[in-house]
């Protein structure tokens, strides 16, 4: 030996003897309860085996002899111990529960073998699958017995998880075999002795069976012995589980015949002591581990039997070894031997070393190879992660942008389609009508103003696309920017006065000058102002302010010139300011302005143009603030964007006017018709010209009320009670639908007819409309004749409903003229007059009172829908009653009269002549002789 292998083996030897003499570092607790010495023996042969790899453990072991109460106390005693870990083998699943977690709770990891507990704190279980076994043996039983026959199960103890989950498994399979019947299935306890007492039982009961499925090997060779002594003949099948190796194992058993199948079980134990060296380790351990099962027969179970024995041999050769050099190390006590005994045992471990140091190697670098393409899986799918919210932002923002112009088309055919309506609708007039000249000079200034409305909204859009296209360019001059804002200011000062909004300008560099494009940013001031006058309410306020503020990293220009415009208007939401300046966007629930989605955004790109900035801060409920932001000097402009010559093109006033549209009407306008009964109209419409047009079209026909949006109209119809109304559907402050929707929902009002008068022609506007209970839809542009036409035939159709109900009063639907909520009211009305029909004093008042209104509205409705007074209607309802009394009950007309709600015969027979111009006599002949 070289005197480096020397050294080697002196310092093996060291190493050994300090393993030997150090204690154990850590103690594992084993408390097990297993069903029958056998498998116990077995249990631990393993688990000592396995021990004697790992010397710094001490395995401390508690035997409960299957009595969970003492497994419980042992576990305590356990854990009051100070054990490192803890292995349970438990008695049954339900009582072991509450201290396994008590364990598990106090921070040690408890691995579980064999079955299973009720609960899921616990660091990993071992054993075989129950079930698994279950299905094993239904599937091994529907063989040998061909799909017919009859059982008798034998299971554990009963509330042990084996037990309950083998029959879970072996029901779940012979549940296919209707020829297989488990004629009987009783708890064994495990136990030989509790076998015997059912088997001979079922025996001497003579309960009939062709096979015997015991839960354990132990119970199963009971069964056998015990239906020998009954049965000299072998004629019954008996199958057990565990399969255990050895003499007396069920291995052996199939062998000698007495059983014809095992299933094995392996035990946990082996596999325990190295998962609790891994968990006390720091190591990764998964929490289930499912030892397989193989069905042992005679077809296997020699070679099995071969299998074990030898493994038994060779364990046996061990155990001699380890007592004889016992017995040699005790005979001799001699350094010399002690040394060739420990360089004897230092070898083997050192053998035992390498192995495990290259495994751990070879571990280690397979794990290291693993790690790494985990790790490139990871950001692969980190990638693809991010790849995938970047198409969905993608196809999100496209889908937003897409939507966003399908919308700015709409909403620009609808601004479209309103001028064009002032347009056509004047000339259809001028042309079928001989109008009044100063109707016709109306007509023209209605057309003149609707024409350049529409050109102004071409030009816009002309404008729009040149910026799109990047093909707008500035002819940028020096101007004195406060004569320039005082001419702004100036333009507005009218408008301001007609709203009661107080318009102020404040400007402390009058004298400042600065290079920008006269009619670009007049046009971006005119779209700011104008957005303002809209939102800011009567009483309000709009502040123009100038200033000047420096650059944090000045460029080309240190200063630069800020506009403020501030209004009292109602403010921005929070979530809508981020969006405020894209392109299309327009808030759609928005019912305070009509709005195509591009102002905004267009102004912003002319003052970019500029190489300003625009911006906003707002506030819901205390306004809104827009900043344009022009740099100061021209060293930010190229030589093609700089004229000498102010380039000046006012904007038309028609843009004022467009402003002003919503407010620039008297609140109410009435016009009396030319004959004194004529019907009575309301036309809701917030344009002027729209408006004016309707009435001159419809001029000397109808009484006619307005009002500028829906919430006036609601007031109008409860102060005017009109006989139809004409309404538009896009308004300020309260849409066409929602005030159709209000109206028509309110038993007051509900039996008005409403047409609408809107640009918006899609499917799903007019299903809007029609749910709301609209009566009709008319398209912009509309025909005045088209207009007339559709008035009178809604009046006309609720004419003739009225005289339906006056003459039949069945209020049963004749057709779709009258909406249900009016047929309930009348129905609920003529139900309350027959429960009071004895009511001499009931009276218009209480009439009200149990509908629920009040009594002019119930005189109202009353009429326009019956023509009738509600006196009338009662009377009415009363004789109606009378006549099925007079037709039917033999009774008196005295009798009839008073039962009918009348205070005398004379006045009932008064009432039935002037209804049926006939006397209730004759009434009773012409029924009779009809009969």
């Not at 009002?707 to 139809?724: F, H, M, S």
């Amino acid at each position: 030996m070289t005197k480096r292998g020397l050294l080697l083996v002196l310092f093996l030897i060291f190493y050994a003897q300090t393993l030997i003499s150090a204690p154990a570092k850590y103690k594992v607790g084993f408390s097990q309860c297993t069903t029958s010495d056998l498998w116990r023996q077995t249990q631990l042969r393993l688990m000592e085996i396995e021990m004697s790899f790992y010397p710094d453990m001490q395995l401390i072991v508690k035997d409960a002899n299957d009595n969970s109460t003492t497994q419980i106390q042992q576990i305590e005693e356990l854990l009051r111990s100070g054990i490192d870990l803890l292995i349970v083998s438990p008695n049954e699943s339900e009582p072991i529960a509450p201290v396994v977690e008590k364990v598990f709770n106090a921070g040690i990891p408890v691995i579980i073998i064999d079955r299973k507990v009720n609960t899921d704190k616990y660091s990993c279980f071992i054993g075989g699958d129950n079930y698994v076994i279950g299905v094993e043996a239904g599937n091994y039983v529907a063989k040998i017995l061909n799909g017919k026959g009859k059982v008798l199960e034998i299971e554990g103890l009963e509330g042990s998880s084996p037990a309950k989950e083998r029959h879970e498994g072996f029901v779940s399979v012979l549940d296919k075999y209707p020829g297989i019947e488990i004629v009987k299935s009783v708890s064994g306890n495990w136990k030989e002795e509790s076998a015997n007492y059912i088997i001979n039982n079922a025996l001497k009961n003579e309960l009939e069976f062709d096979l015997v499925f015991a839960h354990n090997d132990v119970m199963a060779r009971e069964v056998r012995k015990v239906t020998q002594q009954f049965r000299k003949t072998r004629n019954i099948y008996v199958l057990g589980v565990d399969g255990l190796p050895g003499n007396n194992g069920g291995i052996q058993m199939v062998l000698d015949n007495v059983l014809d199948a095992t299933f094995m079980y392996q035990t946990g134990g082996g596999l325990a002591i190295q998962t609790a060296n891994d968990i006390l380790n720091n190591r990764k351990v998964s929490k289930q581990n499912i030892i397989p099962t193989i069905t042992i027969d005679k077809e296997n179970a020699p070679m099995l039997k071969t299998q074990t024995d030898q493994i038994e041999l060779l364990h046996n050769k061990i155990e001699r070894q380890k007592l004889l050099l016992t017995i040699e190390a005790s005979r001799n006590k001699t350094q010399s031997i002690v040394l060739f005994f420990l360089i004897s045992v230092l070898t083997l471990t050192t053998a035992l070393i390498l192995m495990i140091y290259f495994s751990l190697r070879s571990k280690k670098r397979i794990n290291q190879v693993l790690i790494n393409k985990n790790n490139e899986i990871e950001e692969q799918n980190t990638l693809l992660k991010s790849q995938h919210e970047q198409l969905k932002k993608i196809d999100k923002e496209l889908e937003e942008a897409t939507q966003a112009k399908l919308t700015f088309f709409t909403n620009i055919s609808h601004e479209f389609k309103t001028p064009l309506t002032l347009i056509k609708g004047p000339l259809e007039n001028l042309l079928e009508n001989n109008m009044n000249p100063v109707d016709v000079k109306k007509m023209y200034n209605i057309m003149y103003r609707n024409t350049l409305r529409l050109m102004q909204m071409i030009n816009q859009l002309m404008d729009f696309r040149m910026v799109e296209n990047k093909k707008m360019k500035i002819k940028a001059s020096e101007n004195n920017l406060d004569e320039f804002m005082r001419d702004v200011f100036d333009s507005f000062k009218t408008l301001a006065e007609k709203k009661r909004i107080k318009l102020s300008y404040k400007n402390e560099f009058k004298k400042t000058s600065i290079w920008f494009d006269y009619e670009k940013i007049e046009k971006v001031m005119f779209n700011i102002l104008s957005n303002a006058f809209k939102f800011t309410p009567q009483n309000g306020e709009i502040t123009i302010q100038v200033s000047k503020c420096k650059i944090d990293n000045p460029g080309l220009f240190p200063e630069e010139i800020c506009i403020e415009v501030k209004d009292s208007g109602p403010g921005i939401p929070k979530e809508e300011l981020p969006r405020i300046f894209d392109r299309f966007y327009h808030n759609g629930e928005s019912k305070i302005i009509k709005s195509t989605g591009i102002g905004l955004n267009f102004s912003k790109e002319l003052v970019e143009l500029h190489r300003g900035r625009m911006s906003v801060k707002s506030k819901e409920g205390e306004g809104t603030s827009i900043f344009i932001c022009l740099p100061l000097g021209n060293l930010h402009l190229i030589e093609e964007e700089m004229v000498k010559e102010k380039n000046i093109e006012h904007i038309e006033n028609i843009a004022l006017e467009d402003v002003t549209e919503t407010q620039g009407h008297k609140k109410s306008v009435q016009q009396k018709a030319e004959t004194e009964h004529a019907p009575s109209l309301l036309i809701v419409e917030d344009m002027p010209d729209v408006l004016e047009f309707i009435r001159i079209g419809l001029n000397g026909d109808y009484n006619l009320y307005t009002a500028r949006n829906g919430k006036e109209g609601i007031q109008q119809v409860i102060d005017k009670e009109p006989d139809l109304i004409i309404s538009d559907v896009m308004m300020p402050e309260m849409d066409g639908f929602e005030m159709t929707r209000r109206l028509k929902s309110d038993t007051k009002t509900s039996h008005i007819p409403i047409i609408l008068l809107t640009a918006k022609t899609a499917v799903q506007d007019k299903i809007e409309g029609m749910e709301g209970g609209a009566d009709f839809f008319l398209e912009k542009p509309f025909n005045n004749s088209l207009l007339k036409s559709s008035i009178n035939n809604l009046l006309l159709s609720r004419k003739k409903l009225r005289e339906h109900y006056r003459d039949t009063l069945d209020f049963g639907p004749p057709g779709d003229e009258l909406n249900q909520l009016d047929r309930q009211f009348l129905e609920k009305l003529r139900k309350i007059i027959l429960e009071h029909l004895g009511n001499e004093e009931l009276n218009v008042d209480e009439l009200a009172s149990k509908l629920g209104i009040s009594r002019v509205h119930l005189y109202r409705k009353v009429k326009k829908l019956t023509d009738m007074s509600v006196s009338e209607f009662v009377i009415s309802v009363k004789l109606k009653k009378s006549l099925e009394l007079l037709r039917k009950s033999g009774k008196t007309i005295t009798e009839i009269a008073y039962e009918s709600g009348f205070s005398s015969q004379s006045y009932y027979t008064r009432c039935f002549k002037d209804q049926f111009k006939i006397s209730p006599s004759e009434y009773i002949k012409q029924n009779r002789k009809a009969v």
